[in-house]
């Protein structure tokens, strides 16, 4: 028997199931259970506290694996708990279809295909949101999602709203996920990225019901307001850490050193001025008073600025440990200038007080702000003459 005859052996083999979660749509759920049901009974409904007769339509479906709980926790925390269901009995990917008849299950074999190509993948049910049923804040949000998301993890995905997806729950089992509610789907996706599960997408269709109909538990103000601030700290994150370890990480990465300091140190297809800005970046944000994140600020200011990530590093490595006493004493030197009397002079007195610390400290804050910017400067200005010369020299034009 062929797999589209039994289209049940297809969800065996690959070990998959559809998760629904649901919360009071007693009205559609009958529905898309049977719908579903009609391409594989390994069905999880989980019950998120609806309080209509949820229950009951439930008990008619004999087939089913049932999760529930009494109070209504969010549709992200839903969702979790179909994953953990998922994995106790046994299946590695699981789909996840809304309950309120928006999606539709002849959409299913459809993912079944992509993942018999894409088994590691998260599969994103992509819809035509250029339908003049589309909602105007659906319409919205699904750009605004999409915007964020590629700001995240430079992946270009065209739903990332869309929650009929398939999941590779086994490969995600170890995150820990800190949303609840509609947020979710997107953390989900943003931490599966940088996990390194790929993203994968296939066309599905939707239905928006008329407004009249409409069912939704989406609170404008105060779920927009969440996922707006979960955005901001993903943002945050992934400049701060995941870019940056990224980036780290490909340099280790490298076989041949020969060829990476070739392509992108000296990188010939580079204006010289990117590559003299990255220097003084470096050597600024080698001296710059916030030990220990000296180097994660540099690397997060090259890949906001474009620079050469690789000068970038380099330069900041002035602050090895061999040179951190010069570099505390010439900036301690360098802060006299902006103190009264020209400044004081760094000794282990036995009589130190409090005035006298906090002026000493700041002289060597004034100071190694002072000498970072001017040896930045300094050495961003030298690399540029050295550059211009031995490319004048080699006969090719600056």
Known sequence: MSDKASPSKVFN???????????????????????????????????????DNTASILASFPYIN??????????????????????????????????????FAKDLP???????????????????????????????????SNFWFKIETGINAPDTQSGYRLYPVALM????FFTRKYEFEIEVLVRAAWKGIKIESVPV???????????????PFKDFFR?????????LVAFLYIKPRNFLRSLFKKRNWGAFFRDEVFNVNEPHHIKAFSVALGICMGIMPVWGFQLVTAIFLSVVLKLNKALVIIAANISIPPLIPLIIFFSYKTGAVWMKNGGGNLTLASDLTFESVKNDFRQYLYGSITLAIALGILCGLLTWALLTFFRKKNGVAA
Do not use: W
């Not at 083999?13 to 390994?42: F, G």
């Not at 998922?86 to 999606?103: C, K, P, V």
């Not at 996922?227 to 943002?235: C, G, T, Y």
């Open 227 to 235: 996922i707006s601030l979960l955005n901001a700290l993903l943002v």
């Open 205 to 219: 269709s939707v239905y928006y019901a008329p407004k009249e109909e409409r069912i939704s538990h989406f609170r």
């Open 13 to 51: 083999q690959y070990r998959t199931c559809v998760i629904i979660p649901t919360y009071n749509n007693a009205d559609t759920l009958p529905a898309v259970i049977a719908d579903v049901a009609a391409h594989t009974h390994n069905i999880i409904v989980v019950n998120d506290g609806s309080t």
């Open 110 to 144: 459809v993912f079944m295909d992509k993942l018999k190509l894409s088994k590691n993948a998260i599969i994103i049910g992509a819809r035509n949101m250029d339908q003049s049923s589309v909602p105007g804040k659906s319409s919205f949000g699904y750009k605004f």
């Open 173 to 176: 089992k170890d995150i820990h």
């Open 66 to 103: 049932i999760v529930s709980y009494p109070k209504n926790k969010g549709k992200g925390r839903a969702l979790q708990k179909g994953f953990e269901r998922a994995l106790e009995l046994g299946y590695t990917h699981a789909i996840t279809i809304d309950s309120d008849g928006q999606h």
